[in-house]
C-alpha cells in the first residue's frame, strides 16, 4: 500500500493502517525513521486492541524508542497482548516480572510462552534457558531439575 493511501486510512482511524504506518516510521520504510512518530502511531492502533500495535508499543516502553523506557508501561502494553495469546508477548512479560523479582509471575508467563512456542530460534533458546535455571534454582517454582532437562532437551 501506498503511503499517501496508509496515511489518509491511519487518519480516519484504521487501526491496521495505524500499526502499518507505526512499522514505516519505526523502519524508515518510505520515510525518515522516526521514533515518537512510530510511538504515536502504534499507540492509536493499540488503544483499538490491536494485538501486535500493543506488542509493538510494549517494546517502544521497553526499549526506550519514541518514548522514554518504562518497564511497567512496557509490561501492561505487553500483557494485553499476552492475554490475547501473543507468545512474544508473553515471553517478555515474564522478563519484565524477572526484572522485578516477581518470579512466580515470570515463571507463569514464561510458561505460557514455552507451550505456545517462539518461531525465533535465538528467542526460543532464551525462553528455554531462562526456564531451565528457574526449575534449576526453584525460582517461582519448586526446584525441578527433571523438568529442566525435559525443556534442555526440548526442540523448537
Not at 522516526?34 to 517494546?59: M, P, R, S, T, V
Not at 534454582?137 to 523448537?156: H, L, P, S, V, W
Amino acid at each position: 500500500m501506498e503511503f499517501k493511501e496508509l496515511l489518509e486510512k491511519a487518519t480516519k482511524g484504521d487501526a491496521n493502517a495505524q500499526k502499518e504506518l507505526g512499522y514505516y516510521f519505526e523502519h524508515g520504510q518510505d520515510v525518515e525513521q522516526d521514533y515518537k512518530e512510530a510511538f504515536k502511531w502504534y499507540k492509536k492502533a493499540a488503544l483499538q486492541e490491536h494485538i501486535i500495535a500493543q506488542f509493538n508499543l510494549g517494546l517502544c516502553y521497553f526499549n526506550g524508542r519514541g518514548v522514554k523506557e518504562n518497564l511497567g508501561e512496557a509490561a501492561n502494553w505487553f500483557k494485553k497482548a499476552a492475554l490475547q495469546g501473543d507468545a512474544y508477548a508473553q515471553f517478555l512479560l515474564g522478563v519484565c516480572y524477572e526484572v522485578r523479582q516477581n518470579y512466580k509471575e515470570a515463571f507463569n508467563w514464561y510458561t505460557k510462552a514455552f507451550k505456545l512456542g517462539l518461531s525465533d530460534s535465538k528467542a526460543f533458546k532464551e525462553l528455554k534457558d531462562k526456564l531451565i535455571e528457574i526449575y534449576i534454582n526453584g525460582f517461582g517454582c519448586k526446584r525441578n531439575y527433571d523438568k529442566a532437562m525435559e525443556i534442555f532437551q526440548t526442540t523448537n
